[in-house]
């Protein structure tokens, strides 16, 4: 009865470890980063997947991410209402408000920053370590 019990899972924060393209100190400037899902967790998992809590206090928030590529598909997913962020594409510059979704394909250039508010932030990666 216990065959699958494994791929049931307990998140963890992230906090003591690194994150490929990230500054850390930066990072965790706006709230508890928890990792769900990645290989470490369940193995074979083939997507990692984060939730950032956020609060931005005062300002703007910090620049926490360079612009990088992957090679797999990624998706950032603001799904309530309280967040306002930009995102840069390609040589695209987007501010958006949550809730909203950015897909970003393999290969595309891309960076994130909070600019202001409280919210969640879920990244989803379709690989699955992103240390």
């Excluded at 990645?38 to 005062?58: C, S, T, Y």
């Excluded at 306002?84 to 393999?106: K, M, N, Q, R």
């Amino acid at each position: 009865m216990s065959k699958y019990k494994n791929l049931i899972v307990k998140p963890f924060d992230w906090k003591d470890r690194d994150l490929d393209f990230h500054s850390m100190g930066q990072l965790a400037e706006l709230g508890p980063l928890i990792s769900f899902l990645n290989r470490e967790m369940v193995e074979g998992a083939d997507l990692n997947i984060f939730v950032h809590h956020i609060e931005v206090k005062g300002g703007t928030g910090p620049d926490y991410v360079d612009v990088h590529t992957h090679d797999v598909s990624q998706a950032y997913v603001f799904p309530e209402p309280g967040l306002t962020f930009e995102v840069i594409l390609g040589e695209e510059t987007y501010t958006a408000d949550s809730p909203a979704t950015v897909f970003i394909p393999p290969g595309l250039k891309h960076n994130l920053k909070i600019l202001k508010g409280k919210g969640i932030e879920v990244c989803i990666l379709r690989k699955g370590w992103y240390g």
